[in-house]
């Protein structure tokens, strides 16, 4: 069982919905990002998204794609990116960490050292936007058998013959992306959400989290209320990129997570 397993089934256990919060790792800098990880657990972040600096992001929109320049222009690299979860790890051996991003970093530094040092830092899940199920023997599935869960992307645009092969060899959680777009181009409607949240439900055991277009305390509590959580993540970064106090970020990140657990 991995830390991402164990943290669904305590959740199920409390009757509670999970809060997942993304942020970009190196935004603004090293140390200013690592303080702020290690304030989400206190913030009631169940799950962190950390996402590694890419210089050619396909699903996400201005926000994200700013941080991950930002991140690239103050030395961020995959390294660093692991040594950052490496420090997190130090005092904190239990919020489970998933890393978000894209294969090109990861294919550069070679899947079995990466699935080596990923789990030696501290990683337990793996979102890897441009990999589709059907490139799983690529990095999914040795991912798996190292005891990392992969977790896959399923979108509106995944109708009922698509859905199976997406979830044949997911782990850990389903994540939907609640619009048609990238990250922070619109808002999510959990009118729309509901149904589709039900659908895949229908046909996996896994929890089933959103994310994409969820940026207030009210958007947080709606869309958990139909799905087991919600995911933030542009509306955090743009706290980080206004230059808020660390202190007023993870103020800004407890509304969202309240949010969520009110549901």
Same mark, same amino acid.
Do not use: W
């Given at each position: 069982?991995?830390?991402?397993?164990?943290?669904?089934?305590?959740?199920?256990?409390e009757g /509670?919905?999970?809060?997942?919060?993304?942020i970009?790792?190196?935004?603004?800098?090293?140390?200013?990002?690592?303080?702020?990880?290690?304030?989400?657990?206190?913030?009631?972040?169940?799950?962190i998204?950390?996402?590694?600096?890419?210089?050619?992001?396909?699903?996400?929109?201005?926000?994200?794609?700013?941080?991950?320049?930002?991140?690239?222009?103050?030395?961020?690299?995959?390294?660093?990116?692991?040594?950052?979860?490496?420090?997190?790890?130090?005092?904190?051996?239990?919020? +489970?960490?998933?890393?978000?991003?894209?294969? #090109?970093?990861?294919?550069?530094?070679?899947?079995?050292?990466?699935?080596?040092?990923? =789990?030696?830092?501290?990683?337990?899940?793996?979102?890897?936007? $441009?990999?589709?199920?059907?490139?799983?023997?690529?990095?999914? *599935? +040795?991912? =798996?058998?190292?005891?990392? #869960?992969?977790?896959?992307?399923?979108?509106?645009?995944?109708? $009922?013959?698509?859905?199976?092969?997406?979830?044949?060899?997911?782990?850990?959680?389903? !994540? !939907?992306?609640?619009?048609?777009? @990238?990250?922070?181009?619109?808002?999510?409607q959990?009118?729309?959400?509901?149904?589709?949240?039900?659908?895949? /439900?229908?046909?996996?055991? *896994?929890?089933? @989290?959103?994310?994409?277009? @969820? #940026?207030?305390?009210?958007?947080?509590?709606?869309?958990?209320?139909?799905?087991?959580?919600?995911v933030?993540?542009?509306? @955090?970064?743009?706290?980080?990129?206004?230059g /808020?106090?660390?202190?007023?970020?993870?103020?800004?990140?407890?509304? *969202?997570?309240?949010?969520?657990?009110?549901?």
């Amino acid at each position: 069982m991995t830390r991402i397993d164990a943290k669904f089934a305590a959740l199920k256990a409390e009757g /509670k919905k999970a809060f997942v919060a993304y942020i970009m790792a190196g935004d603004p800098d090293f140390d200013t990002s690592l303080e702020i990880v290690k304030g989400l657990p206190g913030a009631g972040v169940d799950v962190i998204e950390l996402g590694l600096p890419f210089t050619d992001p396909m699903a996400d929109g201005p926000t994200i794609q700013a941080a991950g320049q930002r991140a690239l222009d103050g030395g961020m690299t995959l390294q660093r990116t692991l040594d950052l979860a490496r420090a997190f790890r130090e005092t904190d051996d239990t919020t +489970p960490i998933v890393l978000m991003g894209y294969y #090109n970093p990861i294919y550069s530094r070679g899947v079995d050292k990466f699935l080596a040092d990923a =789990q030696a830092a501290g990683i337990d899940g793996l979102i890897v936007v $441009d990999l589709p199920p059907e490139e799983d023997e690529e990095l999914c *599935l +040795p991912a =798996q058998a190292a005891g990392l #869960n992969f977790i896959r992307l399923a979108t509106p645009t995944t109708d $009922d013959k698509r859905l199976p092969r997406v979830l044949q060899n997911t782990s850990g959680f389903v !994540y !939907y992306v609640s619009i048609t777009g @990238i990250t922070g181009a619109a808002e999510a409607q959990a009118t729309n959400v509901g149904p589709e949240v039900a659908r895949i /439900k229908s046909a996996t055991d *896994l929890p089933v @989290i959103v994310g994409f277009g @969820i #940026n207030t305390p009210e958007k947080s509590k709606g869309i958990a209320s139909v799905a087991d959580g919600a995911v933030v993540g542009s509306a @955090i970064v743009s706290q980080i990129a206004e230059g /808020k106090p660390v202190a007023e970020v993870l103020d800004f990140v407890k509304t *969202l997570a309240d949010g969520a657990h009110s549901a």
